[in-house]
């Protein structure tokens, strides 16, 4: 039962460099979500999917584009990574979409980026 | 948008119960109040949420005011690996977010 998948677990970007973070769950989830932690701080929403075929922009989705691939993936890339977005990243699913408000969000284990 | 304000940090000795406030003084009526928590540097992980009744589950239960501005966390018998920071979530009303604060940095302390 594996949850929320993240890959990779590590990643060291040099500015400028883009790449890719990949994220599945197999829990049949409608939503799905990106965060970013920085040290010491809570979580900001970076872009979420109510559902498959949509997205919306969170508080923080400047230098990020995402794309809900099919109903259990949810990629988040950055084209043209800075310091600025060295960061823990987290990715999350829920089991309802748009309008609901009684569903938790499940998290995978994060994807660690340094960007030097 | 409903914000949540919580304290810092708490300390707690193993054993005991920890009971962690949370003030959401604007929150709207159909609008639910969650509970996660993060130990070290995992995910985040849920540990329970309610609208207006109190709610009990195997982790902890949730205490919230008749008027719904505040809300309680209880663990009943914290132990060591119980040490995390802990967040209250206001599920953001017409919206599938969910936006989380600094949290309350517990420490279960022998």
């Known amino acids: 039962n594996a949850g929320v998948t993240q890959t990779p677990k590590f990643q060291v970007l040099k500015t400028g460099q883009s790449m890719t973070l990949q994220c599945a769950q197999d829990m049949n989830h409608n939503s799905m979500y990106w965060y970013r932690q920085d040290p010491g701080m809570g979580l900001r929403l970076i872009y979420y999917s109510a559902s498959e075929g949509t997205t919306d922009k969170g508080e923080v989705p400047n230098g990020y584009n995402v794309s809900r691939l099919n109903k259990r993936e949810f990629s988040l890339r950055l084209e043209s990574a800075a310091p600025s977005q060295t960061s823990v990243y987290f990715c999350?699913?829920?089991?309802?979409?748009?309008?609901?408000?009684?569903?938790?969000?499940?998290f995978g284990n994060g994807t660690r980026l340094t960007v030097t | 948008d409903a914000k949540t304000t919580q304290p810092t940090s708490m300390d707690c000795a193993e054993g005991r119960a920890a009971n962690l406030p949370c003030n959401h003084s604007t929150i709207s009526g159909n609008e639910y109040v969650y509970w996660y928590r993060q130990i070290h540097s995992q995910g985040p992980q849920y540990i329970i949420h309610?609208?207006?009744n109190n709610e009990t589950n195997e982790m902890a239960s949730l205490i919230i005011t008749e008027d719904r501005k505040s809300s309680t966390l209880i663990l009943p018998h914290a132990t060591l690996r119980d040490t995390a920071v802990y967040y209250c979530?206001?599920?953001?009303?017409?919206?599938?977010?969910?936006?989380f604060g600094a949290g309350t940095r517990l420490t279960v302390k022998p």
């Open positions: 979530i206001v599920r953001v009303r017409n919206n599938n977010d969910m936006r």
């Open positions: 999350a699913s829920s089991e309802y979409g748009r309008g609901s408000y009684n569903s938790p969000l499940h």
């Open positions: 309610g609208l207006k």
